[in-house]
């Protein structure tokens, strides 16, 4: 299997920036852009019948629904050999839009290292639907990542619907060999700041919602069939039992945890849970034993979950996060 190079998209999308300067996208899409289309919308009238039939399901197709922490959309057709160059530009530049610029960087530098150098791990993208469904929708899914978007729109939505991932394995060499265990402060992996904000938000509870909060039970497990399900047995701590202004933090810390994607689906998605109220029904748990780790009380793994939301941060042996919001 040939090994990546610079020349391979997801290596060039750490150059963000420059998108904008290739001219063979900027000339094959220019119609596209006049009209008003969004890029997802573009890529998607860019495409050949023959790509459209490789390349899109049905809107509501059992995969939309599915998620992993390695998984492909598409598994027999990747980025690299299922799009053309000027596709790939904007594939790139769907990905960077559905990210925070002060954060575009380090993810696309995350999808980079987690492909291993190897095109055999490169990213599979598509869509669910087509133009005429309301929530038609792009997908990108990989090793340590799975991000969606209304095809219709450039502006975010929320995360309403069906689940994200996001997660690294920086890998680092410890004593001449790879290291698969992260160490207690997650050294290179771009997402350890929403542990770093949890912990803020478990600080500032009293002793007893401290002491509820931390549970001896197992975490969910990781299972495409179970680690976004509903858990059936009440756990940690009832935000029921906060009081107003921690549920106000708890909703600043969840808001703070999103700051890696856009502001739109980021104020969407904040909006949807004040909106209807859905803090009153969550409950928070975080990991003591060997889901601690360094046992310095520094929460290394935790879950947000509901009735209708589900947040699973697993920090052990390195980051896997789920999200689903299915309001």
Not at 13 to 25: D, F
Not at 170 to 197: C, I, L, T
Not at 261 to 280: C, G, L, M, S
Request: charged residues 25%; neutral net charge; hydrophobic residues 35%.
């Amino acid at each position: 299997m040939s090994k990546l190079t610079r020349r391979n998209w997801i290596q060039a999308a750490g150059a963000s920036a420059g998108l904008s300067a290739i001219t063979s996208a900027d000339n094959l899409f220019a119609a596209g852009k006049a009209k008003g289309d969004s890029l997802p919308m573009q890529l998607y009238k860019s495409l050949s019948d023959t790509q459209k039939q490789k390349l899109c399901l049905p809107v509501d197709h059992p995969k939309r629904q599915y998620i992993s922490n390695w998984w492909y959309v598409h598994p027999e057709h990747r980025i690299p050999t299922s799009f053309t160059p000027e596709q790939q530009d904007l594939i790139r530049q769907i990905f960077d839009s559905m990210h925070n610029p002060e954060h575009q960087a380090a993810v696309n530098n995350q999808v980079l290292i987690d492909q291993y150098g190897e095109e055999k791990n490169a990213p599979s993208a598509g869509f669910f639907g087509t133009p005429e469904d309301e929530n038609f929708e792009f997908i990108f899914t990989g090793h340590h990542v799975t991000r969606r978007c209304n095809a219709r729109l450039d502006k975010g939505q929320g995360f309403g619907g069906a689940p994200i991932f996001y997660g690294h394995y920086p890998h680092p060499v410890k004593n001449g060999r790879e290291n698969f265990n992260e160490s207690k402060d997650h050294p290179g992996n771009p997402y350890w700041y929403q542990g770093r904000a949890f912990n803020r938000f478990v600080q500032a509870l009293d002793g007893r919602q401290r002491t509820m909060g931390l549970v001896s039970l197992e975490p969910r497990g990781e299972g495409p069939e179970s680690v976004i399900k509903i858990a059936s047995e009440r756990r940690g701590l009832p935000c029921s039992e906060l009081s107003a202004d921690q549920k106000k933090l708890l909703i600043e810390t969840m808001r703070s945890m999103m700051a890696v994607f856009r502001e739109d689906d980021v104020k969407a998605t904040i909006e949807t849970i004040r909106k209807k109220a859905i803090v009153n029904r969550l409950q928070v748990s975080w990991y003591g034993g060997k889901y601690d780790i360094g046992s310095d009380q520094i929460w290394d793994t935790w879950q947000i979950e509901g009735p209708e939301m589900v947040w699973y941060f697993r920090g052990v042996p390195h980051i896997h996060c789920y999200f689903q919001l299915k309001a």
